[in-house]
């Protein structure tokens, strides 16, 4: 590190001490092209989404959203229980990714001797690489079936008096979907993780050891509180992906409109129905409504994004008065 | 490194070669026409059966890719294939979506309903209303009292019975629905016919690989998938009642069967059902089905999908009976040679 200060590499630091060269021209512009491409692409997007579901936003109107009904025969539609399926999978995935994940980080960074922790580390991010279809197909064939036979008929007699987890199994289900998406989302959050865990200042955690905490101790009092912006930025991240995922989900979560108390119950999410029906779709009104099922997926896509911004803010400020 | 980089160069400079080696090798045609097709997973097995013979007979090098009839439909109303197979006929709204486009009926199979009851030694005999009050959740285990009483000898178990439906857009989920709203008029009016429909119960699966896949690890199990696949997968298949009481399996004596209940001529845009036919058909299977291929009028390929949809529905019907595909009858034949005609460059 040499003594740069923050000023001097913020934006415009370098450009207005010297005389701007041909080469720096070619590439502001290309940065700014890339940029402003980008929110093009977007707005364009969000505005072709919105224009096409257009016809079912009027048809049906804001009702669409708390409407448990999906029946294209009779052009009757509506999202409440694909929204259900949505915030209820994504939400169970990522309290169960958050803690296995934060694990695995500390023991990446701060447990695990540099020798087996790089192998750890990879195979972890290998995680991530496996198409999303693959984990789909894997869990048809192998993890849904040991659920029902296993996994869900335990939860069941364990704690059965719980009415989300009674009544009858199913090899796809709201269960089965939320489990795949943690598989899916543990490799992001435990990398991003592992990104924090590793800036934390050793001179902050070494002082919390020098005083006689134990390792433990240091990590939760002083290591974590300081990456706690962090995680709950990267949680968010992993909410959003979780929100997003279409096709695992729709080969595991049982594709019905249903809102069920039990998670053993077959479901569907916003990602899962545009994924499976939109080809074919039998009427006009049905692909104006699948868009509206997109759009609303972008809202709640958006609300997660400014949700985590907030956040972090917060975070900050507090940080910044302590 | 830089020997690394020259290995990578030295493989893919080797990869070429090779590959430019087997173009090479390969009898250029003269009459090299690419035709290329996608929908219907049902039709595959048949259009497969087609292509070598579409290949000696005319040179055409047809390609196809089973992405289901949805998918098919989707893919020719953008003009990204030559022609779409689809099990279901087009609704009003993708045929002004088509833009100019003709179905016609080019082969006749029939759904199938698969079980799965480990053990049972006996062929499980249902009627129509009986699977409708299974799908709609009204019979709930296979030793219901409905069930019992059409399975006379057979030992049926107290399982809980899992009701299986394809979550995709389907063609035999569209022949399934059309004989449960012909035979139960609740079904009728409250789910209705469609590729797709709002389940009132069960478990969805994408395909029909996803749907036999639940089947075969769930015992208790019962879904419809095409015969082709049940007979290819070994899935045991129920004998289902006709109209005229008898019970009848979904072989090609049924089939037959079941489209000899036709009227003497074709009208209309093609669509054709033939589920829950008539009495006086002791052998019909109820529910056969025709599926169509989709082609729009205009194409530059005009005189090439003539001349291929007349060779299918002609000579390519000889290759159906051995892969349960009944060849097609006489007046759906002459519907589809009027509608041949239709096609023009």
Known sequence: MTSTTPEELSAGGYASRRRMRPGDIVFQGVA???????????????????????????????????TNAWNPNNDVFGAASFIFGTVVTSFIALLIATPISIAIALFLT???????????????????????????LWGILVFGPWMNDHLEPGLKSAFGFLPILSG?????????????????????????????????????????????????????RVGLPYAAPGIS?????????AFGEAIAVAQVIGGQVAISRSLFHPGDTLGARIALQYQGA?????????????????????????AAQGIVSRFEKARRLH | MKRALALVALAGLLAVAAVAGRANASPARAAGVNISGAGSTFVFPLVSAWIPQLGSAYGYNVSYSPVGSGAGIAAVTARTVDF????????????????????????????????????????????????????????????????????GSCNLPSTKITPVYRSDNSGTSYNFTDFLSAVNPSWKSKIGVGVNAQWPTGVGAKGSSGVAGVVTK???????????????????????????????????????AAAATLPAKITGNGAISIVNPPKGNPLAYPISTFTYVIVPIKSSKAADLRKLIYWAI????????????????????????????????
């Open chain 1, 32 to 66: 700014f092209l890339a940029a402003a491409g980008v929110t093009v692409l977007l707005g364009l997007l969000a505005y072709k989404v919105v224009a096409q579901a257009w016809p079912a936003i009027r048809h049906f109107g804001v009702s669409f959203v708390w």
């Open chain 1, 110 to 136: 701060e447990i695990a001797p540099r020798r087996i922790a790089a192998p750890i580390a990879t195979v972890v991010e290998l995680l991530a690489a496996i198409p999303s279809v693959v984990l789909g």
């Open chain 1, 168 to 220: 009858p199994t199913y090899q796809a289900g709201i269960l089965p979907a939320a489990l795949i998406l943690t598989i899916m989302i543990v490799p992001i959050i435990s990398a991003l993780c592992r990104e924090l865990f590793s800036r934390i200042p050793r001179d902050l955690t070494d002082g919390s050891l020098a005083l006689g905490s134990t390792k433990w101790e240091a990590i939760r």
């Open chain 1, 233 to 241: 930025a990267v949680m968010l991240l992993g909410l959003g992906r």
């Open chain 1, 282 to 306: 039998t009427t006009g009104l049905e692909t104006n409504s699948l868009l509206y099922l997109g759009a609303i997926l972008m809202v709640i896509s958006l609300v997660t994004n400014v």
């Open chain 2, 84 to 151: 779409g197979a689809s099990d279901a006929p087009l609704s009003p709204d993708q045929f002004t979506a088509c833009n100019g486009c003709i179905q016609l009926p080019w082969a006749l199979s029939a759904t199938s309903i698969a079980y799965n009851l480990p053990g049972l030694n006996c062929v499980v005999r249902l009627t129509g209303d009986v699977l409708a009050r299974i799908y709609l959740g009204q019979i709930t285990t296979w030793d219901d009292g409905a069930i019992k009483a059409l399975n």
């Open chain 2, 218 to 256: 769930t015992p208790g199990a019962i879904c419809y998938v095409d015969v082709a696949y049940a007979l290819n997968n070994k899935l045991r298949t129920a004998w289902i009642k006709n109209a005229s009481g008898k019970y009848a399996s979904p072989g090609l004596r049924g089939i037959a």
């Open chain 2, 314 to 345: 002609t000579a390519g019907q000889q290759s159906g009976p051995k892969l349960r595909f009944q060849p097609l009858p006489k007046q759906v034949q002459a519907f589809d040679f009027k509608q041949i005609k239709l096609i023009t460059g």
